[in-house]
């Protein structure tokens, strides 16, 4: 609720006697213009002003939840003005010579009599002009937006080549990622990536110029490239076509095919950037090799942004650079796997590895006879790998032998007995280097044969002084230096300042929009913390709705501040309304139900999400589930997904919380209240909750609150509507 000082509040609860009066005031071109529907001055405030009786009706102003649960509105404000012909400088002239759809209004409620020095003017609306029209020579239409639409600002630092001439193909056009709190995974954005491209013909040794695939970022006299072994310099670009210099930095001018890659020659790092704002720490840094994550922490430097760990010219920004040197191990770290092919995908990059999944001959027999006595055994041979974490092993096997009884064992195990032939199956896990042994023991007779049909075995690795890469070759988009030399998708856990919601809510205002104040109207259960990552350009507003949704809460912006509202578990009237408007003998109350489109029965809240991945429902890693059978009963399954991907949060505790207020508040259809009231209530605004004891001391969460100013053929009104 809004908050008067004691003379105003005191003034404008008596219910006789009081003259409220209205003023807006209009700033053009950095002057003042104080609008009412007739002239009056307010001396002591703000150097003492005196209105221009210029405002021939108001509009009503009206604050309210529209479209979905998660989403306030406020709507437009319009003004109907009449042109002063005796006036130098009228509304008609403002209109017309001036850019007005800049210039700020706010709305103020006043009371004669009253001294404004110690009870001064109250703001009840703050916007700017968003149309102006002149329909005839006498009047002038204005209307008015909420402030809170200029939130409409995008977030987010987008990488350029004319701020990033360097950065990798793939990641111009993206954001630099704004990561708060404990966040792991967070994709890195590579800004000095280096370039590669192909040449589209032969060259011999002697050849001066060459026809390249993408010419895109290619400065002459300065970019080098490597392809083979030779080192040429580009002199002169023309299209796809570069003139060069050969064999530089000591090398030997070669002949080359088309289809070769040209790799730019770098000397400084390749550079990384996690965060678009300072961290506390840059906990690992990872390299996704398929489905793993590779750490390389060990070869990275690491750069918080704050003070004493900022890396050159990036300031307050979280980098990770790394040398052609350290690229070196860390592509042999990720090469480490066994044989065949492990396929590493994300939206931009298909990466194929060989050494990774073993596939032992197949249709292997072993024979072993005897009159009283026979056994055969078979393994799988593959080849030794040093470094095993662990390996799985799958194989399909027959037996086949005389008719005195046969038994199948597995490492010692007994899997089959009884019969003298058949078949099976097993599947296990194993350390180091072990490798099953499959066992066929038959009673008496010759000739017992155990086959294995098939055995594959996949391999997890750790890496060890005295691995051995196995040769690898990659395949797909590959637009970098980087790209060709780290070999995966970098990414980071990190660690960012702002974790409590109401720090990363301030947080984003600040940066973003320009509002340097942010409260909280209740409290946040125990627990509550945002994790999460903003990684595309959005907008501010819709994202700070987003946001608050997560936390049970409503975010609005009022007289110039904004504010969190905590919804709380139960509702408890935070002011009583005795009574509402009447007109002609009749209360100014409606009641009806609230939309059925509104029913939520069932919640299944998305929460933890992966930040490699698109946002959609496989991107989150946990689900919390509930329903309310009774609601299901009533009104069949309602359910709206759309509204439950929370990616900021990360606890289940939380998680759980959040789903039980929603489904507790949307299960059924609730009532609302709509209903007038005066301007002894014009502290009441939308979040709030009150009693209403004109209908039975029910109690209501205010979901629209607006007023009306008066003038000379209606009074001032309240219009407001309950929700419970």
């Not at 703000?46 to 509009?59: D, I, L, Q």
């Not at 995974?185 to 002697?206: H, M």
């Not at 906990?283 to 070869?299: I, Y």
């Not at 990684?535 to 904004?562: D, I, K, M, W």
Request: aromatic fraction near 8%.
């Amino acid at each position: 609720m809004k908050s008067f000082p004691s003379a105003f509040a005191a003034e404008k609860n008596r219910k006789t006697g009081i003259s409220p009066v209205w003023m807006l005031k209009l700033t053009v071109n950095a002057v003042d213009y104080y609008l009412s529907d007739h002239v009056f001055t307010v001396a002591g405030w703000n150097g003492g002003v005196t209105t221009k009786a210029w405002v021939e009706s108001w509009g009503p102003v009206l604050e309210q939840v529209t479209g979905a649960v998660d989403e306030i509105r406020v709507s437009d404000i319009a003004l109907r003005c009449v042109v002063d012909p005796d006036e130098a400088t009228n509304i008609e002239t403002l209109a017309l010579a001036s850019d007005i759809e800049k210039s700020p209004a706010v709305l103020y409620l006043w009371f004669s009599g009253l001294n404004a020095a110690t009870a001064p003017p109250q703001e009840m609306f703050r916007g700017y002009v968003r149309e102006a029209d002149l329909p005839d020579e006498t009047t002038a239409n204005l209307v008015f937006e909420d402030a809170t639409v200029r939130l409409h600002s995008l977030v987010g630092t987008v990488i350029t080549t004319a701020d990033y001439p360097n950065a990798d193909q793939d990641d111009v056009g993206k954001i630099l990622p704004l990561p708060y709190g404990v966040v792991k995974n967070v994709p890195a954005v590579a800004t000095k990536a280096g370039l590669v491209t192909t040449l589209k013909a032969d060259i011999t040794s002697g050849a001066t110029s060459c026809v390249v695939a993408r010419p895109d970022g290619i400065v002459a006299n300065t970019t080098k490239f490597r392809i083979g072994s030779e080192v040429v310099k580009v002199t002169a670009v023309s299209g796809s076509t570069l003139t060069i210099s050969r064999a530089q930095d000591s090398t030997t001018a070669a002949a080359h095919s088309a289809g070769d890659v040209l790799v730019e020659e770098i000397t400084d790092p390749f550079v990384f950037v996690v965060s678009g704002h300072a961290l506390t720490s840059i906990d690992k840094v990872l390299v996704r090799a398929g489905d793993l994550d590779v750490d390389v922490t060990d070869q990275c430097t690491r750069y918080t942004g704050q003070v004493g760990s900022q890396y050159s010219t990036y300031g307050a920004k979280g980098v990770v650079t790394i040398t052609k040197a350290q690229a070196a191990v860390i592509k042999l770290r990720v090469g480490q796997w066994a044989k065949s092919s492990l396929q590493i995908s994300n939206p931009e990059h298909n990466h194929s590895y060989t050494e990774s999944r073993d596939q032992a001959a197949s249709n292997t027999p072993a024979t072993a006879g005897g009159p009283t006595f026979s056994q055969a055994s078979v393994a799988p041979t593959y080849p030794a790998v040093s470094g095993v974490i662990e390996q799985t092993n799958r194989y399909t096997y027959s037996w086949a032998g005389g008719d005195m009884g046969s038994a199948v064992y597995v490492n010692g195990v007994l899997q089959h007995s009884g019969s003298s032939s058949g078949s099976g199956t097993w599947a296990g896990t194993t350390t180091g280097s072990d490798i099953p042994l499959i066992t066929h023991v038959r009673g008496s007779g010759t000739g017992a044969t155990v086959t294995l049909s098939s055995a594959s075995r996949s391999v997890v690795f750790t890496s060890t002084a005295g691995n051995t890469a196995q040769a690898s070759t990659l395949s797909g988009n590959i637009n970098s230096t980087a790209d060709l030399l780290i070999g995966g998708a970098v990414h980071a856990d990190v660690t960012a300042p702002n974790t409590d919601p109401d720090d990363v809510i301030a947080d984003l205002l600040t940066s973003w929009s320009g509002i340097s104040s942010l409260s909280v109207d209740g409290s946040f259960p125990a627990g509550y913390k945002f994790n999460g990552v903003i990684n595309e350009q959005v907008e501010l507003l819709p994202l700070l709705h987003r946001l608050a949704f997560q936390t049970r809460s409503y975010f609005r912006v009022s007289a110039g501040a904004a504010k969190l509202i905590v919804r709380p578990d139960t509702l408890t009237g935070e002011k009583t309304i005795a009574a509402c408007r009447v007109d002609g003998g009749r209360k100014v109350y409606a009641r009806r139900k609230a939309p059925l489109e509104d029913v939520v029965n069932i919640i299944n809240l998305r929460y933890d999400r992966d930040w490699t991945k698109a946002d959609g429902d496989d991107a989150y890693r946990q689900v919390s589930s509930a329903t309310d059978a009774t609601s299901i009963t009533d009104y069949g399954e309602r359910e709206r997904p759309e509204l439950f991907r929370c990616d900021f949060i990360t606890a289940a505790a939380m998680a759980d919380d959040v789903r039980d207020f929603y489904l507790a508040d949307l299960k059924r259809r609730k009532w609302l209240h709509e209903f007038e009231t005066h301007l002894d209530h014009a502290e009441i605004e939308f979040g709030a909750v009150v009693t209403l004891g004109f209908a039975g001391d029910t109690v209501v969460e205010v979901v629209q609150s607006g007023l009306t100013p008066g003038d000379k053929g209606r009074m001032d009104t309240i219009r407001m509507i309950g929700r419970g």
